[in-house]
Every structure is written in structure tokens, then in C-alpha cells.
């Protein structure tokens, strides 16, 4: 049984690029989180998707926005990148909303 | 809004001692509470949670926590630490378990030999 899957693993930008970051549940789960860990930080969250629509949203400017396809998977787009994204992605999956939540090993973005 | 705080970005205790690792929270309705652990380059792994019942809760690799609504603390403990411990632990807080996770600024556990 898969568990959460993030691509790419890695990446670096230059400021002002476009960026999309992927994750696929684990298998029967239906609802992704995203959230970015800065260095020395804890994760914040970024929103949810359930149901492919944007359920919750935390205090992220509209530079990040998301996308759920049919078969739960996401993406997160960020635009207009700026030297402070940098940090690790990571995505979440759970069942049902605000279920027991699993973490994929993210995505480290690099903007320079 | 709820927090949580973590106090001691970095604990290091010796192999085969208590592990201590404190969490303090602020919620305006009963919390549901959560240790996260990440080993480098990898992502959280749930530890423990507690939502409601019993207010010792047993989690994986041998950790426990206790709710205290009195102090507002939910600190993981570990009676004898492994080398295989050495991690970063994260605290997070769900209001009533249906809004998001807010996590703590994390603690850097390391087992001295």
C-alpha cells in the first residue's frame, strides 16, 4: 500500500518564476492538505482540498492556489515567486476532512 | 485561534534515559492534540493523539503523552531513549478536531551514546 507520494523531491527557482508541486494520497483517502515547513519551523497550513474544492485555507496570499483531480491527487501552484518560498512542501492525505492525517516527505523548493 | 508551544528547541538526553519533550497549548474549545515526528528528509509520522476519554495516551516506538487540562500541557515522554529516537518532534492542536493543524516550532531530540 502506497503512502503519500510527493514530485519532484527537489527544485530550485529563480524569484518571479511559476512553480507546481505534486502529491498523490494514499490509496483510499480522499482529502489533501498542504502545508510549508521553513527552515527551523513547523509546517503551516497552506489549505485542503476535499471533493476537488478548496475547503480551508490558511494566511497565504492568493500567489498559492491548488487544484484536486477526480482521483484525489493535487497540485499546488505557486506564482510570482518570491526569495521566502523557499521551504519544504509537504502534502497530507486523510479520509474525510480533518481525519488522522499522513504526511509525504515533501517537496524542498529552493528560490534564489 | 490555538497554538501550541514547544519549550527547548533542542533537548539532548543520554541513551537509555527519560526522554521529556513539553508541549503547551491554547484553545478555546477542547483541543484534539497530536506528536509528529520527522527523521531528516523524510516527512511527519504520526506519533500519538489524543481527542477525548482517557487522558494518558500510548503511541508508537514506546512514546506516551498526558492531557492536563489544568496545566493546558500535553508532554511526550519516553521512559528510556534509543539512539534510533533522534528526530525532530512536533506538537499540533486541532480545535475539536475539525479545523486544521497548528503546529509547534518543533524540538530537535538527540541521544547522546
Known amino acids: 500500500d502506497a503512502g503519500v507520494t510527493q514530485s519532484p523531491t527537489h527544485l530550485i527557482k529563480t524569484r518571479g518564476q511559476q512553480v507546481t508541486l505534486r502529491c498523490s494520497p494514499k490509496s483510499g483517502h480522499d482529502t489533501v492538505s498542504w502545508y510549508q515547513q521553513a527552515l527551523g519551523q513547523g509546517p503551516q497550513f497552506i489549505f485542503q482540498y476535499y471533493e476537488e474544492e478548496e475547503r480551508q485555507r490558511g494566511n497565504f496570499p492568493d500567489r498559492f492556489s491548488g487544484h484536486q483531480f477526480p482521483n484525489y491527487s493535487s497540485e499546488l501552484n505557486v506564482n510570482a515567486l518570491l526569495l521566502g518560498d523557499s521551504a519544504l512542501y509537504l502534502c497530507?492525505?486523510?479520509?474525510?476532512?480533518?481525519?488522522?492525517?499522513?504526511f509525504g516527505a515533501g517537496t524542498r523548493l529552493s528560490v534564489l | 485561534a490555538q497554538s501550541v508551544t514547544q519549550l527547548g528547541s533542542h533537548v539532548s538526553v543520554s541513551e537509555g534515559a527519560l526522554v521529556l519533550l513539553r508541549c503547551n497549548y491554547s484553545s478555546s474549545v477542547p483541543p484534539y492534540l497530536f506528536w509528529y515526528v520527522q527523521y531528516p528528509n523524510q516527512g511527519l509520522q504520526l506519533l500519538l493523539k489524543y481527542t477525548t476519554g482517557a487522558t494518558l495516551v500510548k503511541g508508537i516506538n514506546g512514546f506516551e503523552a498526558e492531557f492536563k487540562k489544568s496545566e493546558t500541557s500535553f508532554h511526550l515522554t519516553k521512559p528510556s531513549a534509543h539512539m534510533s529516537d533522534a528526530a525532530e518532534y512536533f506538537c499540533a492542536v486541532s480545535p475539536s478536531g475539525n479545523e486544521k493543524l497548528t503546529f509547534g516550532t518543533g524540538t530537535r531530540l538527540t541521544i547522546i551514546p
Open positions: 497530507a492525505s486523510s479520509l474525510g476532512g480533518w481525519n488522522i492525517q499522513y
